[in-house]
């Protein structure tokens, strides 16, 4: 009986010692892990749980080059959410130091830097080892106890603390009621749009027909049409693309690649209504051409327009945003200032009555979101729309807008 004992204590010290090495053989790795679910989260505003598209593995790099300075591939960053995210094929990753130190940067805030300047003074790469000694420290806060029992006991108790670990990252990272929806054009078929929850507007036979003619890009034309109030033409947008909103609060993005307008009164961007059909409130954010200024002599611009209207019959809309983003003589001068226009990305915040307008551009796809204007305009929109219009202009040309990825996270207010 001793024996035997002595024996199932024997096997329960080896179980419990080979369980500790295998958590510190793991330790770095699950730093890792930390470390890029919350590089993610700063990235998107919402917590990692799938695989990422290339889409949004660019949009990533080019955040945390705009963040630090040093760059990580989009398609490493691919294959690091694949292999977090696990599945039936995973491949196992080893990201480089730098790359870690790169990733504990964007996360911590650290100082704009350069590959040489760290190389010169911090090739030590000091943010990636205070990160996973942040991380180490806390775990060996919660150490794993010595049983004495059999394996199915050490499971259980593995499972049974899994479990809760999942079930309060879940309640601190999730919103009750919060809905994500990510749209990367892929498919641009009737059925399509219908499958995910879009749906046309006022469809033109010719511009509508050509919204694929650029693969994984929906493609709008600026054709005839506004929704500014006028008395003596029909309100109206051809083929805006809009989705209902079920949520009071919101945010909302979406990028354009290569937009360049040049005439009265193109423009491309987000509608927020109230209804479909222009009579209640609405709000319009776009990149848009101005070269109106009220009888002055001034240089044509390429803005930020943020405009509110209380709807039809209610007076003229508010312009609350006017931003210029370039000049086009300067553009005619000097060509290369269009590929600061290369890539467009508009996003509207909803707190309550508070909007937060913002602005991306630039080179590169998808740098960092800079805030345009807050405004407050007591409005519920019940539907939100991509567009491209010139007004009512007929001598304007009807160009492209190539609308790449489009999100919207809803939420229930505080």
């Known amino acids: 009986m001793v024996g035997i004992v002595a024996e199932i204590l024997r096997n329960s010290i080896f179980e419990s010692r080979e369980l500790q090495r295998q958590t510190m053989n793991e330790l770095d790795t699950s730093a890792f892990e930390s470390l890029f679910r919350e590089a993610f989260e700063k990235c998107f505003g919402f917590p990692f749980k799938e695989s990422i598209s290339e889409t949004e593995s660019k949009l990533f790099y080019n955040r945390i080059f705009e963040g630090t300075g040093l760059v990580v591939g989009w398609k490493s960053l691919k294959n690091y959410s694949t292999f977090i ?199 319009r954010l776009s990149v848009a051409f101005n070269d109106f200024f009220g009888g002055y002599n001034k240089p044509k611009e390429i803005i930020i327009q943020a405009i509110t209207s209380f709807g039809k019959n209610y007076g003229e809309p508010e312009e609350i945003a006017h931003q210029p983003l370039a000049f086009t003589d300067s553009i005619r001068v000097h060509p290369d200032l269009a590929k600061n226009l290369a890539s467009s990305s508009l996003k509207i915040e909803k707190d309550g009555k508070k909007f937060r307008f913002l602005y991306a551009g630039g080179s590169v796809s998808n740098p960092a979101f800079k805030e345009v204007v807050t405004h407050e305009f007591d409005m519920r929109p019940n539907y939100i729309g991509l567009f491209a219009m010139k007004g009512f202009v007929d001598s304007a040309a009807s160009i492209p807008v190539h609308f790449t990825f489009f999100r919207i996270k809803e939420n229930d207010c505080d």
């Open 85 to 283: 995210a696990g599945g039936p094929l995973i491949k196992s990753e080893n990201p480089s130091i730098a790359t870690l130190d790169t990733l504990s940067r964007y996360v911590t805030g650290a100082p704009y830097s350069s590959e040489t300047e760290r190389k010169e003074k911090e090739s030590h790469y000091p943010y990636w080892f205070s990160y996973k000694e942040k991380i180490h420290r806390s775990l060996k806060k919660q150490p794993v106890p010595v049983k004495f029992g059999t394996r199915r006991q050490v499971i259980m108790v593995s499972v049974f603390f899994l479990i809760v670990a999942i079930t309060v990252f879940i309640r601190s990272h999730y919103k009750p009621g919060a809905l994500l929806f990510v749209e990367n054009f892929h498919h641009l078929s009737d059925s399509s749009l219908r499958e995910h929850e879009w749906f046309v507007q006022s469809p033109d036979t010719v511009f509508w027909n050509r919204r694929d003619e650029k693969k994984d890009q929906l493609t709008l034309f600026t054709i005839r049409g506004d929704n500014w109030p006028n008395t003596h033409e029909k309100i109206g947008v051809r083929n805006l693309l809009l989705r209902r909103i079920t949520k009071d609060c919101f945010e909302a993005e979406v990028h354009m690649a290569g937009f360049l307008p040049t005439e009265n009164w193109q423009q491309a961007g987000i509608l927020l209504l109230e209804d479909t059909n222009f009579t209640g409130k609405g709000i």
